[in-house]
């Protein structure tokens, strides 16, 4: 009767055992699927912010309805996550969503209000999916002091306009629908697309607008202008829709220019474009297209230059066409032109090089509008077009627009009669044979690359900041512009942003919360750049070109121009200022959906009551079930028994895992684990840094932390995270919660190391010591300079430390472990050796120099660990 007794408290006991794992398990899966989730909530809040931008309420409508399903996964996964303790999250969710809901009614029945017209002098770079690449990159030459001819910009968003209110918009995507599909033959398809766009007649509006700007353009005198295209998606590296789309030359009226911006427009449609996009695999119904109308110019040359030769990019030389007149011969190649190879670097400009074709005719206006087509007198026939100076000249031009654009460039040029240089056209080269890295050199000295987080172009000097402490004193101070090289993309860096002129992240990817808010701050920004503080260095000057992901040394005239341009004004309010003019329909959409409100973790505000937009909501979401996950271990210690296995990896660090699925190996049946049993590569990871073979674990403590054990008590027990007492590992494949006791200081660690370099992250935090307060505080001042010259970013309160590492690669997560582990055994006892402040530093070398056993309590510790 006792045995039965038994077995049936010992069956009961097992089978609340096998429901606490799978209970556990279940939360560790949601938590791995919140994680993705959270990570796609953020780049829909970054498309949302960039639709809004160009008034696109169609794309803004489909987005919304993707993010309010996300987000209310978000709010589900972090109650199965945390045990159903943020169900008043669901409220909150409904309660944003019914506002964007009616924001949303009430933007379709709103009459559009759009931007026509954008002269070149007023663009501002938030402005270039409005404007298009062509006239977004012409644009910034003209405002860096480049010779570009005036003009202003038909918008994207006029053209979506022009479409709509003609009724175009629907049976444009239907006819395109159907060439996509292979239903409809492209050529008729086009053509039909064309007389519909030539036959609707524009708005008031929009002729008010074209007659202003015609009015703004030419003053009093005569005027004449060219229409080209500036598609979003056009002049890019990837697709240069390069001839694809129609340019009209030499318009002489505003009536002329409104015809002529029609056709522009249907030449988007065309069906060499719809092949183009067919062959590219891009989107046929792409409505985003600008018309660039500039000042004519009375060209004496024209031409191309290339700033590597596409034949032998590696010589050295550039290439230069000329024709005489207008371009439009050189860049069809209708016409024999004049070729040069000058050097890159400006040395070699001997004309006996080039070859000189015999020119027969040329293009020039013609005084009714339009061109014509006129005879090379004899004389000039053989003659250069281009003297040594001149050449000289678009060298000089062809390397400053490489440096601010970070790629060989395509350039259109003109030379007037007057013998004035101008730039017409900016696009990047595109060079079979040209590798990643010679692409960045042609643009300068490469320092690093990694992914566009917020787009621009900035130039100042690096000041890297690995602390909110280092990060307060980058901000203030300092005269003339200024980059923020940070380890990762913390959010607590978010305040400071107003005080930088762009921002590079080591860690971190383009959807975490730091991007977002770059991107409304329309501050540049590039993340992913492995060892950027290492290879560039405090102080550098840099050119941050985040359209391409590079940082470039900054040429000597760059920094002269940035010098003396000083720092940027708060990019909030100059974000306001300059952005489109958003009816308040939008802007409402915009406050709650886009700002980041919730930006300090552990201050008094970062609550439900401040959530006031759902970038708020997936902020707050995010840190409360990464927060449950950080202390899941002590809420099911209770229940655990026979789901902990021991582990023995040989040294004096004992603890217990529970395996949430592929932690340990299946196969073995003892009673005590070993380091060869272990499967999950982050608690590998750590057991291979603390069994390090130079680790001092068997060293005896010494007087000094024998006198102070009482401070093996100190927990906490206030902060969100308390530090605990078991020493334990909850563990998975790619997964680890370990919360540890060395000796006398305690340790917690959450991390994912995963294939998923946005989902990966490190949470560690350690405190205590056995020792009084003094030293204890000078040993967590070590441990934060080891973590921070470990790419951590950390916080010290007293005697603890706080740090976190996220959206870092797999691999380099695997290593920071390592790290960790090797830093628990070498800390061990260490305050103890903490006798005077030299010693943090001191012994912080020795560490990162790899030099690990430290006796603790001898007179010079950082002597004996060179034994």
């Known amino acids: 009767m006792f045995s039965r007794w038994i077995s049936f408290w010992r069956h009961r006991r097992q089978a609340r055992e096998r429901q606490a794992l799978e209970e556990l398990k279940a939360r560790y899966h949601a938590f791995r699927i919140f994680l993705e989730n959270n990570g796609c909530a953020l780049e829909l809040i970054g498309a949302i912010d960039g639709a809004l931008d160009v008034a696109d309420d169609v794309e803004v409508r489909s987005l919304g309805e993707e993010l309010r399903s996300i987000s209310g996964e978000l709010v589900d996964g972090l109650n199965m996550v945390s045990g159903d303790r943020h169900l008043e999250l669901y409220a ?89 599909s292979g239903q409809a033959d492209p050529g008729i398809t086009a053509d039909r697309i064309r007389e519909g766009i030539l036959r609707a007649p524009l708005s008031e509006d929009f002729r008010k607008a074209f007659n202003a700007g015609w009015g703004k353009l030419g003053g009093e005198g005569p005027l004449a202008v060219s229409a080209r295209s500036s598609g979003v998606a056009e002049d890019r590296p990837d697709h240069s829709f390069a001839g694809q789309f129609l340019s009209v030359l030499n318009i002489t009226s505003p009536a002329a220019l409104m015809q002529a911006y029609k056709e522009v427009l249907a030449s988007g449609f065309s069906a060499r474009a719809i092949a183009y996009r067919l062959n590219a695999k891009l989107p046929l119904a792409d409505f985003n297209m ?9 060209a004496r040359c024209a031409g191309v230059l290339l700033t590597c030769d596409p034949s032998f990019p590696d010589n050295g030389r550039m290439l230069v066409s000329a024709v005489p007149g207008l371009g439009t011969l050189a860049v069809g190649g209708a016409a024999p032109a004049d070729l040069y190879r000058p050097s890159r670097e400006g040395n070699s400009l001997h004309l006996q090089d080039a070859h000189i074709a015999e020119k027969t005719d040329y293009e020039a206006p013609d005084p009714r509008g339009g061109l014509r087509r006129l005879q090379v007198p004899e004389p000039d026939r053989r003659a250069a077009l281009l003297s040594a100076e001149e050449l000289k000249e678009l060298v000089r031009f062809g390397r400053i627009i490489e440096n601010l654009e970070g790629l060989p460039q395509d350039i259109e040029w003109a030379i007037t009669r007057q013998g004035a240089l101008q730039i017409l056209q900016a696009r990047p080269l595109r060079l079979a044979t040209l590798g990643q890295g010679r692409a960045a050199a042609a643009g300068g000295t490469p320092l690093a690359s990694g992914a566009c987080a917020s787009p621009g172009i900035a130039v100042g000097r690096v000041r890297v900041a690995r602390s909110v402490e280092e990060l307060e004193a980058a901000s203030q101070g300092s005269q003339g512009p200024l980059i923020l090289l940070m380890p990762q993309g913390i959010i607590d860096a978010a305040p400071h942003l107003c005080n930088f002129e762009g921002v590079i992240v080591e860690a971190g990817n383009p959807a975490d919360h730091l991007a977002c808010i770059a991107r409304e701050f329309r501050i540049p920004m590039v993340t992913g750049t492995p060892m950027a503080a290492e290879v560039i260095g405090e102080g550098r000057w840099v050119l941050l070109d985040a359209d391409h992901g590079q940082v470039l040394e900054a040429p000597e005239h760059v920094r002269s121009q940035a010098t003396a341009g000083g720092r940027r004004a708060n990019p909030i309010q100059a974000a306001c200022s300059r952005r489109i003019p958003l009816d308040s329909l939008r802007g409402r959409l915009r406050e709650l959906t886009v700002p980041l409100n919730l930006t300090d973790a552990y201050g008094p505000t970062f609550s439900l009551n401040e959530c006031r937009s759902v970038h708020d909501l997936v902020r707050l979401a995010h840190e409360m079930a990464v927060l449950a996950m950080f202390d899941a271990g002590d809420r099911v210690m209770a229940q655990a028994g026979g789901l902990l296995k021991p582990v023995d990896i040989g040294v004096p660090f004992h603890f217990l895992v529970v395996d949430l699925g592929g932690a340990l190996s299946s196969v073995s049946h003892r009673p005590v684990l070993g380091k060869t049993d272990i499967r999950s590569t982050p608690l590998a990871a750590v057991c291979e840094g603390l069994v390090t073979p130079e680790l001092s674990w068997h060293s005896p403590a010494s007087a000094a932390a024998m006198g102070g054990l009482f401070s093996r008590a100190m927990l906490d027990a206030r902060s969100a995270r308390p530090v605990g007492s078991f020493n334990y590992a909850l563990a998975a494949r790619d997964y680890l919660n370990l919360n540890a006791r060395v000796e006398f200081h305690f340790a917690m660690l959450d991390t994912v190391c995963s294939r998923n370099r946005h989902a990966n992250y490190i949470r560690f935090r350690f405190k205590g010591g056995g020792t009084g307060g003094e030293q204890c505080q000078r040993r967590a001042r070590f441990v934060c300079e080891v973590l921070e010259a470990n790419g951590f970013f950390s916080t010290v309160a007293r005697d603890m430390v706080t740090a976190s590492l996220a959206a870092a690669p797999r691999d380099l997560i695997r290593e920071r472990l390592v790290m960790l582990g090797r830093l628990l055994g070498f800390s061990r006892l260490l305050d103890a050796a903490m006798t005077d402040d030299r010693m943090p530093h001191r012994l912080a070398h020795a560490f990162l120099e790899g030099r690990y056993f430290v006796r603790a309590g001898v007179d010079d510790p950082a002597e004996a660990s060179q034994a």
Do not use: W
């Not at 600008?290 to 009375?298: H, S």
């Open 290 to 298: 600008a018309v660039l109308c500039q000042v004519m110019l009375d």
């Open 92 to 180: 909150v969710h409904a309660r944003l969503f019914e506002a964007i809901g009616r924001q949303t009614v009430m933007l379709d029945q709103a009459p559009v209000e759009a931007p026509y017209c954008l002269f070149l002098n007023e663009i501002d770079p938030a402005l270039s999916r409005q404007i298009g690449t062509k006239a977004a990159i012409l644009a910034r030459l003209r405002r860096m002091g480049l010779p570009v001819p005036d003009g202003f910009v038909i918008t994207t968003q006029a053209g979506r306009c022009f479409l709509n209110g003609a009724q175009l918009s629907g049976s444009l995507r239907d006819l395109l629908r159907s060439v996509a």
